[in-house]
């Protein structure tokens, strides 16, 4: 498993992944129609706005020179003076290698670089991620209902981490 920076030329693969990923994670969370309607070609053109921008950093984890996921982490949305882990999704296929372990390491570090402390936002009905990032050091702190996905309220859990400056 290597672990690197995404790069422009990554946009494609990781707009397969992020629907791939959500269509695998989330029925039953999502309305199907969303699922549904998730198009790869509009995800790598966000993937193409992204990727070069100074604000976010984007790690990658390869698999015998396959890209089989990623994560993206910059400054905090909602609170200023921390960063926050954006996303991390890795292929089904690829659970259970080390890629995720990894990628949470890249993106601590890269918070670390920047921030001493990070929060994140995850589905509260997403009990696998859950458990994957209070065992990396996450903790939840709070409950909101995000009403952004057209025809959904979905119940989301924050998640902070704290001394990231000293990992």
């Not at 992204?50 to 996921?69: K, M, Q």
């Not at 921030?115 to 909101?144: I, K, Q, S």
Request: hydrophobic share 40%.
């Amino acid at each position: 498993m290597t672990i690197r920076r995404g790069r422009r030329e990554d946009a494609r693969r990781l707009a397969e992944i992020h629907v791939e990923t959500w269509r695998a994670t989330y029925p039953g969370v999502m309305p199907q129609e969303l699922l549904d309607s998730l198009s790869v070609d509009r995800r790598e053109a966000q993937w193409l706005e992204w990727l070069p921008n100074p604000d976010y950093d984007t790690f990658v984890a390869e698999s015998e020179d396959e890209v089989v996921g990623f994560v993206s982490v910059g400054r905090c949305r909602d609170t200023d003076g921390i960063g926050e882990l954006f996303a991390i999704y890795v292929v089904p296929s690829a659970h259970g290698t080390g890629a995720g372990p990894a990628l949470m390491d890249a993106a601590l570090d890269a918070l670390g670089e920047r921030w001493d402390e990070a929060m994140l936002w995850v589905a509260t009905e997403n009990p696998r991620a859950r458990r994957f990032y209070e065992r990396h050091g996450w903790v939840a702190a709070g409950e909101r209902v995000d009403t952004s996905f057209p025809g959904a309220a979905v119940p989301e859990t924050r998640y902070e981490v704290s001394g990231l400056s000293r990992r």
